[in-house]
C-alpha cells in the first residue's frame, strides 16, 4: 500500500513541475499546429512593408565615389523582404513579453541567406517582431549577432539576441547590428561581459553646399559611442558616410545587406505631420543591493545578530513615442537619476546596541539605445556609498550599481 502511494505521489510531483514547466514565458519550440498562424500573420505583415513602385525617392552622392548613383530599387528591396520571408524557422521562434505593453517574437533566419548576402559565417541572423497584448505585430527588424571569438553560435546566437531583450547582455563579447526588413542598417550594440561597450548610429550633419539649385542635402556619418565598465562614455568617433539630395530621383535601395542608408525623406520620419501623434511613456522600476554590515566583518561593529534590509534603488524614466503614419517609434528617453528609497535607517542588534546606516549613489551615469523602433535598452549606472555610524566607532563601504531596464 506505501508503495502505491509513493507512485501516486511521484507521479502528482512529476506533473506538477511538468505544469510549472510548460507556464514559462519564454517557449523555444512550438508545435506544427502553432506554426500556420504565425506564419500567415507574419507573411502578411512582411508584405505590407514592400515599397510601391511610385513611392519618392532620393538622389545618393557616394562617399567614395563621385558617381551619382539614380536608380529605381523597389523591386530590389522588396526582393529581399521576400528572400527573409522565405527563410524563416518558424518551428524554433521565441516568444515572450517586454513590458506591460509589448512581447516579441524571435524567428531564426536560415543560414543559407549568409552565403547569399555575403554575411559573416559565423554571425546569427533573426526576425524580431514587436507586438501589442492582442499578438498584432507593430515592428519588425532584422538582428545580426556577431560573436567576438568569430566562432558560430547557431541557435545559441539567437537567444543571446532574446536574452538582450530581457536586458542581459551576453556573456562574451560580441556585437548585435540591427536592420529594418529591407536591409538598411539602422544601428549596432557592441557588448563586453555583459556590459554595453559601444553604440552606433547614423546622424545627419546640416550641408551648406548643395548639389543643384533644387536639391536640398543633407550629410550623413555613422556616429560610434564607446562606453566603459561603469557606463560613462570614453570616446566618440565620427564617419561621413554619403550625402542625400531631396528632389532629384533615385534612391539609396541595393541588394547588399547592412547598407549605410538613411531612411527615406532624409532619415527624418518623414510623412505628413498632421497625421504625428505624440505622447509619453513612464517607466519605473526598482532594484535591491544587499548591505555590507556582517557579525564576522572586521571593519564593522562587534555585536551579533545583525540583520540588515538591503538598499531599495528606484529608477524612472520617460519614454518619448511618435506614431508616423501609423509606425509607433521612440524617438527619445529622458532618464532620472537613481534614488534610494530610505536613504537613513536604523539597524538594532539583537543585544539592543543600535547602528545607523547612510547610504547614497555618487559618480552617476545614465544611457539609452534603440533595440527597436520602439524598445529601447535603458542603462542606470553608479556607485552605492553607505556608511555605518555606531557608538564608538563608523566606517563606510562601496560597490558598483547597475540597472537595465528594457522598455
Not at 326 to 355: E, F, K, L
Request: glycine share 8%.
Amino acid at each position: 500500500m506505501k508503495t502505491i502511494q509513493k507512485i501516486i505521489t511521484s507521479l502528482v510531483l512529476f506533473l506538477s513541475l511538468t505544469s510549472l514547466t510548460s507556464c514559462r514565458k519564454e517557449i523555444a519550440i512550438y508545435a506544427d499546429e502553432d506554426v500556420s498562424e504565425i506564419v500567415s500573420k507574419v507573411s502578411s505583415w512582411l508584405d505590407k512593408q514592400k515599397q510601391a513602385p511610385n513611392s519618392s525617392s532620393i538622389k545618393i552622392v557616394s562617399s567614395n565615389s563621385t558617381e551619382t548613383k539614380l536608380a529605381s530599387a523597389k523591386s530590389t528591396s522588396n526582393s529581399i523582404i521576400d528572400m527573409f520571408k522565405d527563410n524563416l524557422e518558424y518551428n524554433q521562434r521565441l516568444q515572450s513579453d517586454i513590458n506591460k505593453k509589448h512581447n516579441y517574437i524571435i524567428i531564426p533566419i536560415k543560414d543559407d541567406v549568409k552565403s547569399k548576402k555575403n554575411i559573416e559565417s559565423f554571425s546569427s541572423l533573426c526576425l524580431i517582431l514587436i507586438t501589442d497584448k492582442t499578438g498584432k505585430i507593430i515592428s519588425g527588424t532584422i538582428a545580426c549577432y556577431l560573436p567576438k571569438d568569430g566562432k558560430p553560435k547557431g541557435y545559441n546566437g539567437v537567444r543571446t539576441v532574446a536574452d538582450i531583450f530581457k536586458g542581459k547582455g551576453p556573456a562574451d563579447s560580441g556585437m548585435v547590428q540591427f536592420m529594418d526588413v529591407t536591409g538598411r542598417f539602422l544601428h549596432e550594440i557592441g557588448f563586453k561581459k555583459g556590459k554595453v561597450s559601444s553604440y552606433a548610429e547614423i546622424k545627419r550633419k546640416a550641408n551648406n553646399q548643395l548639389i543643384s539649385s533644387q536639391s536640398e542635402c543633407t550629410n550623413w556619418y555613422l556616429i560610434t559611442t564607446y562606453y566603459d565598465q561603469y557606463g560613462a562614455v570614453i570616446s566618440e568617433s565620427s564617419r561621413y558616410i554619403g550625402t542625400t539630395c531631396i528632389g532629384d530621383g533615385g534612391d539609396c535601395n541595393g541588394s547588399e545587406l547592412r547598407r549605410l542608408c538613411p531612411g527615406e525623406g532624409g532619415g527624418g520620419g518623414g510623412g505628413d505631420e498632421s497625421q504625428n501623434n505624440q505622447w509619453e511613456e513612464s517607466i519605473n522600476s526598482s532594484s535591491s543591493e544587499s548591505g555590507f554590515l556582517t557579525d564576522d566583518s572586521p571593519s564593522g561593529p562587534a555585536g551579533a545578530g545583525i540583520i540588515e534590509p538591503p538598499v531599495e534603488i528606484n529608477h524612472f524614466a520617460r519614454k518619448k513615442m511618435q506614431s508616423i503614419l501609423g509606425a509607433d517609434v521612440c524617438y527619445d528617453v529622458v532618464i532620472s537619476p537613481a534614488q534610494i528609497m530610505n536613504p537613513s535607517i536604523v539597524i538594532v542588534r539583537s543585544n539592543g546596541t543600535t547602528v545607523w546606516r547612510e547610504a547614497c549613489l555618487i559618480a552617476q551615469s545614465t544611457h539609452w539605445h534603440h533595440l527597436t523602433p520602439v524598445s529601447v535598452w535603458i542603462e542606470w549606472n553608479g556607485t552605492l556609498k553607505v556608511d555605518y555610524i555606531w557608538y564608538g566607532g563608523a566606517n563606510w563601504q562601496t560597490r558598483p550599481h547597475r540597472h537595465v531596464r528594457i522598455a
